[in-house]
């Protein structure tokens, strides 16, 4: 997620100035009665609201024909993290299988929307499916996985560290880490099935009998 950043804004409080700051997410509180004005503080849900989740530089995947190739071979940065159920998941423990690995948050539109499409992949397909909760408390994102029969593993509270080299500044963020342990490809912002489905083929992700 993007750094939060504050600032402050004067100006008269009008009906269309209350309707951009409910739109926006901006948070408005009366300075002085008499003055009528409002200080304006720019929260983080203002920058995600306004850009579907995501920081100012990211691609919308809605534009994006498919995953975007990493070329570099770069690893995939090794970690561990607990599961909802308690379990712990290392990434390298996952060696000489593909895996998808998705950074999401309860509270993102684009992340809620895809999640039946990664679910059918979890189901379908001979990939290991792994969710990334972005810092949200465990009962919160356990709710969402019970309402929603979540099929694959969701991992909570990830470091910093992992989160910067992922470049979680705006999620959706998906990647595909193959069975060598480097990063093959990823999508910044919601997957889109149809172009992702024949990026699997061209893998040879096959499906799962």
């Given at each position: 997620m993007p750094?939060?950043?504050t600032a402050t804004q004067k100006m008269k409080?009008?009906?269309?100035?209350?309707t951009r700051a409910t739109?926006?997410?901006?948070?408005c509180t009366m300075r002085n009665g008499k003055e009528q004005r409002y200080r304006w503080i720019v929260w983080l849900v203002a920058l995600l609201l306004a850009t579907g989740c995501?920081?100012?530089g990211a691609v919308d995947s809605a534009q994006s024909e498919a995953p975007e190739v990493?070329?570099?071979?770069a690893l995939a940065r090794d970690f561990?993290?607990?599961?909802?159920?308690?379990?712990?998941?290392?990434?390298?423990?996952?060696?000489?299988r593909w895996v998808l690995l998705n950074f999401w948050a309860t509270w993102c539109p684009p992340c809620v929307e895809e999640m039946p499409y990664l679910?059918?992949?979890a189901r379908e397909r001979d990939i290991e499916v792994i969710g990334v909760n972005y810092n949200e408390s465990r009962d919160r994102a356990a709710k969402f996985?019970?309402?929603n029969n979540i099929p694959f593993p969701i991992l909570v509270q990830p470091d910093d560290a992992t989160l910067l080299f992922y470049d979680t500044s705006g999620i959706p963020r998906s990647f595909v880490i193959d069975p060598e342990g480097k990063i093959a490809a990823q999508v910044v912002g919601a997957v889109r099935p149809d172009a992702f489905e024949a990026w699997l083929d061209e893998q040879g992700i096959a499906r799962r009998e």
């Open positions: 750094v939060p950043r409080h009008t009906p269309e100035s209350g739109q926006y997410g901006i948070l995501a920081g100012p990493v070329t570099t071979g561990s993290m607990l599961t909802l159920d308690g379990d712990v998941v290392t990434l390298s423990g996952l060696r000489g679910s059918n992949v996985v019970d309402e």
